[in-house]
């Protein structure tokens, strides 16, 4: 298993591009199964998970390959309908097949995806949309068995926001007969990229951007092309490493207006950052007071970008509170954080990090989730001496190239094959 070597302390500087968003692309790329033919996709990130998805929808029949900028994806008519295990347990967002799986062919088979590290993560409001949009729901030796005769449009009212809950609903309805209206939609830029993809293949949705989305169902879609948006998780977490390293730099083909709750905090705290359309620039501050965050469905902060603002927030001039308020148990890195001598006192969703500059010492850690294997990466790279980071195979499930990215702008960062 590869680990990831920071020796830390140095300054980063430069300009760095963001890749495209995992979190869109993987929804984006389980909407092909709604209608057979090339669907064709650029800024698709190469990752794991997206591998993860290809694997799924080659199971479905389809294939997907790479023809230089282009990420295309042949959709076929599929024999099965299942998503196994093996599959799903590997990847929660494998999930997101139900809802296209069940507008298409009546019928869906997916595997429940059981836990994980940030929480329990149920998959109820997903079921409900189904059920409300006529599906007979079953659960049999751990499958969700949906069958239909044909979706009929509905009224959805989600009574907590959910990001694959609402794609999923979107996803069915498109397909659905007659009018749906989903309320409190998650209002994620992902969900709009799928939207506006949707609306390309030709769906007719109204709302896109709002939390209520309303959709009339249409008998056929026909696929397209699109971009994918950038990852504002990755411009996040670069934009922090600029920070924590007293550096400045410029993060590239983003659209900050999608991490804004991030860069109101860092501003808060001390640093000048300067805003353009696509473009973001942090600039050295001495040091950074700490500043409370609760993280809060778009646009509120994002769940995603938490562990890494603890990172940042560990050597800051002053303590601050984080409440996570999205998953019961995403405090897995202040244990590892504080092997790097940060001084911190979590309770189930409630972190007080007592800030201090030049408090984080190099030490062995371990990733223990996505997120928070970027936030001990961000660590090490303010930490004196050597930090190194095993387990990254969460890493490479979700940033492209990072540790390639940060040694572009000057980090003393490697990756250690054992
Ligand atoms: C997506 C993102 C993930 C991000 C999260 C929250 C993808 C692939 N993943 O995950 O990176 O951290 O949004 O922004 O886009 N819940 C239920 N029942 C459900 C569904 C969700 O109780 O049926 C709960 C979850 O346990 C969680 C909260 O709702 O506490 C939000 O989860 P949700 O928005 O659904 O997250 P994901 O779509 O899984």
Request: hydrophobic share 40%; glycine share 10%; net charge neutral.
């Amino acid at each position: 298993m590869d680990k990831i070597s920071i020796l830390g302390q140095t300054q980063l500087n430069g300009r760095v591009k963001t890749s495209g968003a995992k979190n869109s692309s993987l929804p984006l790329l389980f909407a092909t199964l709604l209608c057979n033919g090339r669907h064709i996709f650029t800024n698709v990130p190469n990752l794991q998970d997206i591998l993860s998805t290809e694997t799924l929808l080659a199971h479905l029949g389809s294939k997907a390959h790479r023809d230089g900028e282009k990420y295309i994806v042949e959709t076929n008519m599929s024999d099965t309908h299942k998503a196994p295990y093996d599959l799903v347990r590997k990847m929660r967002a494998s999930i997101l097949c139900l809802g296209p799986l069940l507008a298409r062919y009546g019928e869906a088979v997916v595997s429940l995806p059981g836990g994980c590290a940030i929480g329990t993560r149920p998959i109820d409001k997903h079921l409900e949309a189904m059920k409300a949009l006529g599906a007979e729901i079953d659960i049999q030796e751990g499958y969700v068995i949906a069958r239909t005769k044909k979706l009929k449009g509905a009224r959805i009212v989600f009574d907590g926001v959910t990001v694959g809950g609402t794609e999923n609903a979107l996803m069915a309805a498109v397909l659905a007969e007659g009018e749906t209206i989903i309320e409190n939609a998650a209002k994620e830029p992902e969900i709009d990229d799928l939207a506006n993809y949707l609306v390309k293949m030709g769906a007719k949705i109204s709302g896109i951007g709002t939390s209520i989305l309303t959709i009339q169902g249409v008998s056929k879609l026909t696929p397209a092309e699109h971009a994918v948006i950038p990852d504002r998780i990755e411009a996040g977490t670069l934009l922090i490493a600029g920070a924590i390293t007293g550096g400045e730099v410029t993060v590239e083909n983003c659209i900050p207006q999608h991490f804004e709750s991030l860069i109101v905090k860092m501003r808060e705290a001390g640093f000048k950052i300067d805003q353009e359309k696509t473009s973001v620039t942090v600039r050295p501050a001495k040091s950074w007071k700490g500043v409370d965050i609760q993280t809060m469905p778009y646009p509120g902060f994002a769940t995603d970008l938490q562990a890494q603002y603890m990172a940042l927030m560990c050597i800051a001039n002053g303590p601050c509170i984080i409440t996570e308020n999205i998953f019961e148990n995403r405090f897995m890195h202040v244990q590892e954080l504080m092997r790097l001598n940060a001084d911190i006192t979590s309770r189930t969703q409630v972190a007080i990090v007592r800030g201090k500059p030049g408090v984080l010492k190099g030490a062995p850690v371990m990733a223990t989730d996505l997120r928070a294997s970027a936030c001990l990466v961000l660590a090490g790279l303010a930490a004196t001496g050597e930090t190194t980071v095993s387990r990254i195979y969460h890493l490479d499930r979700g940033y492209e190239r990072l540790e390639e990215k940060l040694m572009s702008l000057g980090g003393k960062i490697k990756r250690v094959k054992e």
